[in-house]
């Protein structure tokens, strides 16, 4: 891999890494105002906002520019979005800000590994970015919990630099402050990034056309019979694990008592599970088999009602590495899948705004879900079950749905060759 590669990857994991750890620094200053319970799932609700309103500007924006000034303009929003809430900015308001920079920085981190790499790298290139990104969000959230913790953060604000006063005085501040060092990391590493020499286009300033492109190739890709199944799986996955992350911290906290920060490395453990069942997918599973994996959606779906059952750490970590493993063997394939066929319906950064504004709406959608739950008081379990039933139901209806387009393909083949 050429040196510039291991420069995107370096900018892409610490952008993840502070991404991910000022969740868990944002759950904690909501607790420390004594916000509603409901305000936490809203805290991705808000983040994700970004990518689904300007899904259809923020593809051709980072077509207009050199990739690496795109990275570094989302990045710098991120600080800004950071620094608001170190400067006591609500919560969800700052994170909203954070959102909107990582929204234009996807399709820029994708989109520069097409036109820096040849395409026999690509696979390779995807399964490293895709890696690493689960690694920020493991380390990620286990930073975030280790800076809320009293010994290290008591530790932490006991620095004094000699002859300056940082101001720096309580947890909350300490933690963002780390974070926000984390994002300049991010940003130094985005001055290394190669400028690929592509010829960029010119940012269309017609908004109507935007959204007339992005609606056409939305269809395109929902009316794709492979597509469409790759797309309601990958939707379906980063929705589901979006509410996941909010459903193990309430469960950590009731069923194991564990603070808030014990919780977090819980949380850890299911990406750990991902990592292992998206390896393991990337060596036994081939594109042409990727719709194979379909009943493993349906088996993690029912393996999620057995939380309600465990009490014991030990168990829950064992069930934990077993459902993200679950979930990471089988979005791999059909993140392939997914990408193959956009990038041959319409071009790779098109494809990858469409798979981000339907996957972040379904994000929306079951935080949303979620955060209704928690505020009309319905018990953890109850929401556990609901979950895992409703993730196993959705992805039987895949399958079926696939199924059935298989049938259909299979009768044209016939009536074909009878023709023939």
Known sequence: MPFGFYMIMAAQFFSALADNALL????????????PQEYEPLLKLFFTLSYVLLAAFVGAFADSMPKWRVMLISNTIKIFGCSMMFFGIHPLAAYAIVGLGAAAYSPAKYGILTEYLPHRLLVVANGWIEGLTVGAIILGTLVGGMLIKPAISQTLLGFDLPLIDTGIDTVPEMALTVVGILYLTAALF?????????????????PLYLLHDFNHCLRLLWRDKLGQISLATTTLFWGAGATLQFIVIKWAEQALHLDLSKASMLQGVVAIGVAIGA???????SMKASVKVIPLGIAMGIIVNV????????????????????SGFFVVPMNALLQHRGHI???AGHSIAVQNFNENLSILIMTGLYAFLISSDFSINTVVIAFGLFVAGTMYMVKRRHDANQREFDSVAELNEEHH
């Open 307 to 326: 939380m309600v059952f465990v009490t014991d750490i030990n168990l829950a970590m064992a069930l934990m590495v077993l459902i993200g493993a679950l």
């Open 279 to 285: 390896i393991l997918a990337a060596k036994m599973v």
């Open 345 to 347: 319906l319409m071009g």
């Open 24 to 35: 868990i620094a944002s759950i904690y200053v909501l607790r420390e105002m004594q916000s």
């Open 190 to 206: 985005n001055l290394k990034v190669p400028d690929t020499g592509v010829d960029h286009k010119v940012l269309k300033k017609n």
